[in-house]
């Protein structure tokens, strides 16, 4: 079977035009598995020709805004797109409790108590009712095409929430994604001689100083030059960088927002090349810079 993977957000957490918030969908054969669920992730889907009723499963990294807040949308518009089967989510502890503010009971229950009236909408409630699984290390999922393997790694600090890294193993092939976290064994491991490694790569060299500076939160990503020396070590075949924290935006908006991350004056699409260039001073493999819509076959 194939293996496709479709980037369908790529940028960090603020707003941007140009890059939705993380997620990714990987098809394999007529299956796709989502990985994080930000902000337009269900449009870009569809954008993508990849109907959402086919997602099998959704795995959210952790729980900061930007890799959940389309997964309302997600589940909604499933349900009004005839899903027959309660979708299937996992996450870090706080995911049930994330879900059971949504939906019945929760934010949209006038949205869903309206559109039960309609005799259709009443025919596959099931899918308002995802099926929340806990994530934790080790073996998480399999079906016949996939097996999901999960890592705690260095994002948020753990007594508000763990954060996990994910290896998928599929036709022989290994993708790895990072989540977000800063350099560490878990993520090394799971990536150990991956076909694809999928790794944040937040903030240029140029920004970090500034931020160590302005104490926001510098250690819980990784640098160019470190996500390069993980990769090399890890032995991974192709490596994609995503989670760009908009430094390459041209956008006055964005870029006024931006301003308490970085100087305003060093942002541009400019960085994008000196990113490249701080990964591969230790990592000679093929390298993509993440946007919105790529997409790699394997």
Known sequence: ??????????????LDPDRGHSSIAVTIGEKTYLLDCGTDASRQLVKANIDPTTVEAVFLSHLHFDHIADFPVFVIGNWMADRQTAPIVFGPQGTQEFVDHLFEEGAFAVDIKARLQYPQRQNNAIALRPDVRLMAPGLIYEDDSVRVIAGLVDHIPEEISNCFG????????????SGDTAPCDTVLELARDAD??????????AAIEFRSKAGIGTYSHTSPRQLGVLAKEAGVKSLVATHFGHWDSTN???????????????MGPHLMDEVATDIREAYEGPLRLAYDQMTIHL
């Open 1 to 14: 079977m194939s293996i496709k993977i479709t980037m369908l957000g790529t940028g960090a957490a603020l």
């Open 166 to 177: 994910l290896r998928l193993e599929a036709e022989g092939r290994v993708v790895a994604f």
């Open 196 to 205: 694809l490694l999928i790794h944040e790569a937040t903030f240029p060299e």
């Open 252 to 266: 006055p908006i964005v870029r006024k927002l931006a301003a308490k991350h970085m100087p305003v004056a060093m």
